[in-house]
């Protein structure tokens, strides 16, 4: 069975430029979840699907940042304009709908970098 | 959710069983601890997930004394591929809670030759 994967593994973009991030999640995971860490910091959550809908979204840091689902499979997380401190690893993790357990799983991450 | 204290590092050699020890002191009767792993350049990966007493899988065990105010993952003879950040989460964990994980700073173990 494949596992989480994000694409791409690394970008590295320009301050003002805009950058999507790939999310694709174990196949039939309904929760999908975005996370990021920014240099030095704890991991931090964003935000999290449950299918298409956004179940919440608490931990998005401002209107940069816009997250779809659409057909409830993967995910794209854009970043528009990207700032510097935009810059950190930014993981997808995804766990089964039924089962109420703190496993989720994860991709590799994508390590964004903001010059 | 309980606020979780874990040693910033550990050095441990190999062949040696390496335990570390989460203080969770505000967890409530619904928490359950969890234990995550996490490798250089990787996702997190759950290890292991318990409510009281000991739980044991083909990884670890993980046990919890009975006042539940903190918890230590057990590893057996470590190996230098057993180098990694360990994080202990304490969350509720029951449906239709939320399930955003909360990461701590992690225990970063380091297993040397």
């Known amino acids: 069975e494949a596992g989480v994967t994000q694409f791409p593994s690394h970008s590295v973009i320009e301050k003002g430029q805009t950058v999507t991030l790939r999310c694709d999640p174990i196949?039939?995971?309904?929760?999908l979840y975005w996370y990021r860490r920014v240099m030095g910091k704890e991991i931090k959550f964003l935000l999290h699907?449950?299918?298409?809908?956004?179940?919440?979204e608490s931990g998005m840091p401002n209107n940069r940042f816009l997250a779809e689902r659409t057909g409830g499979t993967y995910s794209t997380l854009k970043v528009q304009p990207a700032e510097l401190e935009d810059s950190g690893v930014y993981f997808c993790?995804?766990?089964?709908?039924?089962?109420?357990?703190?496993?989720?799983?994860f991709g590799p991450g994508t390590r964004l970098t903001v010059t | 959710l309980a606020k979780t204290t874990q040693p910033i590092s550990m050095d441990s050699y190999e062949g040696q069983e390496v335990n570390i020890t989460c203080s969770h002191n505000?967890?409530?009767?619904?928490?359950?601890i969890t234990w995550y792993q996490q490798f250089p350049s990787q996702g997190p990966r759950f290890i292991i997930q318990?409510?009281?007493t000991k739980v044991t899988n083909e990884v670890a065990s993980l046990f919890i004394p009975a006042d539940r105010k903190s918890s230590t993952l057990s590893l057996p003879r470590v190996s230098l591929s057993d180098t990694a950040v360990y994080y202990c989460?304490?969350?509720?964990?029951?449906?239709?809670?939320?399930?955003?994980?909360?990461f701590g700073s992690g225990t970063q173990l380091t297993v040397l030759p």
């Open positions: 196949s039939g995971h309904d929760n």
């Open positions: 318990g409510y009281k």
């Open positions: 505000n967890i409530a009767t619904n928490d359950y």
């Open positions: 993790a995804s766990s089964p709908r039924t089962g109420a357990s703190y496993e989720q799983y």
């Open positions: 989460l304490v969350g509720d964990i029951g449906s239709g809670s939320a399930r955003q994980l909360t």
């Open positions: 699907f449950v299918k298409e809908s956004k179940q919440d």
